[in-house]
């Protein structure tokens, strides 16, 4: 896909100030377009979703251009097509161009939120799962890889953990 070409779109300093915000802060020393297209393959690869904020934007001022692959402008409209109705409603914007601002923003957003969602570990904190490994690999018929043991192990967990959410969700009426 990449190679299909380049497009242009104007962006409000509003949307471009927080897109370099997020660039500096989560992909230094890239470009602002790389930036969207880093986003987007995020999001389609289901790392997080794009929600709605309660955001108002001040879409004044001079639009800046700003050159992106032609992938992300077909995937941004594609998005136009799909939420077009509910950010009319939601934000009051009716042109493709304010779509993109606030939808650009939203991500931004929503990756924020993923990013505080998220848990972060340090290699040191497997060390218990580690030690299990060996145990494991010990036996006979052990997996073979770490990686492959971690997933199923921490698979299992997760799998325990939503069985006693539900257990202890059950509502006994």
């Known amino acids: 896909m990449p190679g299909k070409g380049y497009s242009t779109f104007g962006m409000k300093p509003v949307v471009t100030t927080r897109l370099q915000e997020a660039t500096d802060k989560s992909y230094p020393g890239m470009f602002l377009p790389s930036t969207l297209i880093i986003i987007m393959n995020e999001i389609k690869r289901g790392y997080y979703s794009v929600e709605s904020h309660k955001i108002k934007l001040d879409l004044s001022g001079r639009y800046n251009t700003i050159t992106i692959r032609s992938d992300v402008k077909e995937w941004l409209v594609e998005n136009h097509e799909k939420l077009g109705e509910e950010y009319e409603k939601m934000y009051n914007v009716k042109c493709f161009t304010k779509f993109v601002s606030y939808f650009i923003v939203n991500m931004l957003e929503s990756k924020s939120d993923a990013q505080n969602h998220s848990i972060s570990l340090k290699e040191s904190d497997f060390s218990w799962l580690q030690e299990k490994f060996k145990k494991q690999k010990k036996s ?34």
Do not use: W
């Open 140 to 173: 006979i018929g052990g997996i073979s890889s770490f990686e492959r043991f971690a997933d199923i192990y921490i698979n299992d967990l997760l799998e325990k953990i939503k069985a006693a959410r539900k257990i202890l969700t059950l509502n006994f009426n």
